[in-house]
C-alpha cells in the first residue's frame, strides 16, 4: 500500500524562479491538503483540494500561490516568484474525504530559495 | 495569540519515565483533537485522537481532552529511545478527514537512555 508520494523531496531554487511540488495522494483517496512548516513552528495549513476543486484555500497566500488536483494526476502546488521567505518545509496530505477517516502525510517536499 | 499554544520544549527525559505533553486551545468550536508524532525529516504520522471530552488509551500512550479548561494531553508511559521525536498536537472543528487541522508548533522531546 504506497503511501502519499511527494516529489521531489529537495528542491533548490533562486530568487525569482518558479516552484512546483507534486503530490501523489493514497490509491482510492480523493482529497488532498497542503501544509507549510516552517523551522520551529508547527504545520500551517494551506489549502484542501478535490478532484479538479478547490474546498478550502483559506491559508494559501493571495498572491504567487496556487494549487490544483486534476482528473488525472498528482496535485501541484505551485509557487512563481519565490522568495527566500517561502524556504520551507511542504506537507501533503491525503485522505478519503469522510470525517472520522485519517489523513496520511507524505515525507514532505524541503524548498530552499538561495 | 495563536488558537492553539505547546511549548516547543526541548523536553528530554530518561528511558522509562512518563512523558506528560500538553497543548491549550481558544477556539470553543474544535470537537476532534489528535496527536502526531514527526521523526526529524519525516512526515507526521498520526498517534491518537479523541473526540470532544475524555480520555483514549492506546498501549503506553493515553490522551485526555478537557474542553472546559480548553486543554489536551498525552501521556508516554515507559519511555523508549524510540519515542524521541516532535510530537504535534492538532485539532479541528467537523473531523480530520475532511477539514483542515490546526496544529501547535510541536515539542521535541528525546528519552536519554
Known amino acids: 500500500n504506497a503511501g502519499v508520494m511527494q516529489n521531489p523531496r529537495h528542491l533548490v531554487r533562486r530568487r525569482g524562479q518558479e516552484a512546483r511540488l507534486r503530490c501523489s495522494p493514497v490509491?482510492?483517496?480523493?482529497?488532498v491538503y497542503w501544509y507549510r512548516q516552517l523551522p520551529e513552528e508547527g504545520l500551517k495549513f494551506m489549502v484542501y483540494?478535490?478532484?479538479?476543486?478547490?474546498?478550502?484555500e483559506s491559508g494559501m497566500p493571495k498572491e504567487r500561490f496556487s494549487a490544483e488536483f486534476p482528473k488525472e494526476g498528482p496535485s501541484i502546488l505551485r509557487i512563481q516568484q519565490v522568495v527566500r521567505g517561502d524556504s520551507a518545509a511542504y506537507f501533503c496530505?491525503?485522505?478519503?474525504?469522510?470525517?472520522?477517516?485519517?489523513?496520511?502525510f507524505g515525507q514532505g517536499t524541503r524548498l530552499t530559495v538561495v | 495569540q495563536k488558537e492553539v499554544e505547546q511549548d516547543p520544549g526541548p523536553l528530554s527525559v530518561p528511558e522509562g519515565a512518563i512523558v506528560s505533553l500538553n497543548c491549550t486551545y481558544s477556539n470553543s468550536a474544535f470537537q476532534y483533537f489528535m496527536w502526531y508524532r514527526q521523526y526529524s525529516r519525516k512526515g507526521p504520522e498520526l498517534l491518537m485522537y479523541?473526540?470532544?471530552?475524555g480520555n483514549k488509551e492506546d498501549g503506553r500512550f493515553t490522551a485526555q481532552v478537557d474542553k472546559s479548561s480548553k486543554y489536551i494531553s498525552l501521556f508516554i508511559r515507559d519511555s523508549q529511545p524510540s519515542d524521541s521525536a516532535t510530537y504535534l498536537c492538532a485539532m479541528s472543528v467537523r473531523g480530520f478527514g475532511n477539514e483542515k487541522l490546526t496544529f501547535g508548533t510541536g515539542t521535541r522531546l528525546t528519552i536519554i537512555p
Open positions: 479523541t473526540y470532544s471530552s
Open positions: 496530505a491525503s485522505s478519503q474525504g469522510q470525517m472520522n477517516t485519517e489523513a496520511f
Open positions: 483540494l478535490q478532484k479538479e476543486n478547490i474546498i478550502d
Open positions: 490509491k482510492g483517496h480523493s482529497h
